[in-house]
C-alpha cells in the first residue's frame, strides 16, 4: 500500500512506496554484463513469468502470444492502482522504430485503461525512454497510475499554443514559450474541453503518427549533431485532466543543482528556434546548437 503525506508548508504531497525498492535495475548495471542475463518478462513467450494481464490489443488468449500490446499490474507499484502497457513483444524497438499502426495500438491500449480507471480518480500515463529518463526496464514500455481525486496534483495547466510545429484535423504540435526543457514539444487537441480517453478511433491514428513524427525528429537532431554523451532518452507524459496535452520531454541536458535549489529552470534553447528545427527547418542548426553545446 502507498502512503499520501502531505507537507502542509508548500501544499505538496509525498508518496512513500517502499515497495519501488525491490524492483529491478535491468538498464542500469554494468554488473549485469557479468551476472547471467535473466529472460525479460515484457517479451512474447514469457508472458507467464511476469505479473498479471489485464488487457492486450491483439489477439490469443491471457497470458499466451499473439497480443501486439499487453498492460499488466506492476508488481512495484507507486500507487494502489498502476499498470504497465508494452508497446510491442519487440524487446528493441522504441516509438520511433515500430509502425505507426503499432503506435495506434499503444494510443489505443492508453485510452481503454484510462476509461477503465476514470471514475476512480486521475489517470496519469506516462513513459520513461531510455535509462537517462528513468527507465529501469529495457524493453520499451509506459505506465499508468491512479492518483487519488482529493490529491492536488502540481501538473503544469496547457500553455498557450505558440511555435507551431504541426497542425492537423484535430492536433496542433507546438514547443510552448515556457518551456522548461531544450525541444520540449507538446500535443493538443483543437477541440481541448474533453479528456484523453475521449479520443475517438480515428483521432488516435493521427495522434500517432504525430508522435511518431515528433520523437523521430527529435532523434535525428539529437544524433545528427552528438548534442552530449547522454543517450537518447526521453519522457512524455498525458495530462490527466480536462484541456489536456501530451508532453515531450528529451533528455538532452541533465538537471543539476541550481534548478534542484531554485525550482527555476534555465533552457538554452529558444522555442521559437526549437520549432523551426522541429518542422524541419534547418537553416537555424547551426545557430541553436552552437549554443547549446556551449552550455553543457
Ligand atoms: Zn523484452
Given at each position: 500500500m502507498s502512503k499520501y503525506v502531505p507537507d502542509i508548508i508548500s501544499h505538496r504531497w509525498v508518496i512513500i512506496a517502499s515497495s519501488r525498492l525491490s524492483r529491478p535495475e535491468e538498464v542500469s548495471s554494468?554488473?549485469?554484463k557479468k551476472t547471467k542475463k535473466k529472460p525479460c518478462v515484457f517479451c512474447e513467450n514469457n508472458e507467464k513469468l511476469s505479473s498479471t494481464e489485464v488487457y492486450r490489443v491483439g489477439k490469443g488468449k491471457i497470458n499466451e502470444p499473439g497480443w501486439k500490446v499487453r498492460v499488466i499490474s506492476n508488481k512495484y507499484p507507486i500507487t494502489d492502482y498502476h499498470e504497465i502497457v508494452i508497446h510491442s513483444p519487440d524487446h528493441e524497438k522504441n516509438i520511433?522504430?515500430?509502425?505507426k499502426q503499432q503506435v495506434g495500438h499503444i494510443l489505443l491500449a492508453y485510452r481503454e485503461r484510462f476509461r477503465f480507471y476514470r471514475k476512480l480518480g486521475q489517470v496519469l500515463i506516462f513513459c520513461n525512454n531510455g535509462e537517462q529518463a528513468g527507465a529501469s526496464m529495457q524493453h520499451p514500455h509506459s505506465q499508468l497510475v491512479v492518483?487519488?481525486?482529493?490529491?492536488n496534483l502540481d501538473t503544469l495547466a496547457k500553455e498557450p499554443i505558440n511555435n507551431v510545429v504541426s497542425d492537423t484535423e484535430s492536433f496542433i504540435s507546438y514547443c510552448p514559450d515556457f518551456s522548461q526543457w531544450p525541444y520540449e514539444v507538446w500535443i493538443a487537441p483543437k477541440d481541448g474541453t474533453g479528456k484523453y480517453a475521449d479520443l475517438t478511433d480515428t483521432q488516435l491514428e493521427e495522434m500517432a503518427e504525430i508522435l511518431q513524427g515528433l520523437i523521430k525528429q527529435l532523434k535525428k537532431i539529437y544524433t545528427s549533431h552528438k548534442i552530449s554523451n547522454i543517450p537518447f532518452a526521453y519522457n512524455y507524459y498525458i495530462y490527466p485532466g480536462h484541456n489536456w496535452y501530451l508532453r515531450i520531454i528529451p533528455r538532452f541536458v541533465y538537471r543539476a543543482g541550481f534548478e534542484l535549489g531554485t525550482g527555476l529552470n534555465v533552457n538554452v534553447v529558444d522555442p521559437s528556434e526549437a520549432a523551426l528545427e522541429l518542422r524541419g527547418i534547418e537553416s537555424k542548426i547551426i545557430g541553436v546548437?552552437?549554443?547549446l553545446k556551449g552550455k553543457i
Amino acid at each position: 500500500m502507498s502512503k499520501y503525506v502531505p507537507d502542509i508548508i508548500s501544499h505538496r504531497w509525498v508518496i512513500i512506496a517502499s515497495s519501488r525498492l525491490s524492483r529491478p535495475e535491468e538498464v542500469s548495471s554494468k554488473k549485469q554484463k557479468k551476472t547471467k542475463k535473466k529472460p525479460c518478462v515484457f517479451c512474447e513467450n514469457n508472458e507467464k513469468l511476469s505479473s498479471t494481464e489485464v488487457y492486450r490489443v491483439g489477439k490469443g488468449k491471457i497470458n499466451e502470444p499473439g497480443w501486439k500490446v499487453r498492460v499488466i499490474s506492476n508488481k512495484y507499484p507507486i500507487t494502489d492502482y498502476h499498470e504497465i502497457v508494452i508497446h510491442s513483444p519487440d524487446h528493441e524497438k522504441n516509438i520511433e522504430d515500430l509502425s505507426k499502426q503499432q503506435v495506434g495500438h499503444i494510443l489505443l491500449a492508453y485510452r481503454e485503461r484510462f476509461r477503465f480507471y476514470r471514475k476512480l480518480g486521475q489517470v496519469l500515463i506516462f513513459c520513461n525512454n531510455g535509462e537517462q529518463a528513468g527507465a529501469s526496464m529495457q524493453h520499451p514500455h509506459s505506465q499508468l497510475v491512479v492518483i487519488p481525486s482529493q490529491i492536488n496534483l502540481d501538473t503544469l495547466a496547457k500553455e498557450p499554443i505558440n511555435n507551431v510545429v504541426s497542425d492537423t484535423e484535430s492536433f496542433i504540435s507546438y514547443c510552448p514559450d515556457f518551456s522548461q526543457w531544450p525541444y520540449e514539444v507538446w500535443i493538443a487537441p483543437k477541440d481541448g474541453t474533453g479528456k484523453y480517453a475521449d479520443l475517438t478511433d480515428t483521432q488516435l491514428e493521427e495522434m500517432a503518427e504525430i508522435l511518431q513524427g515528433l520523437i523521430k525528429q527529435l532523434k535525428k537532431i539529437y544524433t545528427s549533431h552528438k548534442i552530449s554523451n547522454i543517450p537518447f532518452a526521453y519522457n512524455y507524459y498525458i495530462y490527466p485532466g480536462h484541456n489536456w496535452y501530451l508532453r515531450i520531454i528529451p533528455r538532452f541536458v541533465y538537471r543539476a543543482g541550481f534548478e534542484l535549489g531554485t525550482g527555476l529552470n534555465v533552457n538554452v534553447v529558444d522555442p521559437s528556434e526549437a520549432a523551426l528545427e522541429l518542422r524541419g527547418i534547418e537553416s537555424k542548426i547551426i545557430g541553436v546548437l552552437s549554443k547549446l553545446k556551449g552550455k553543457i
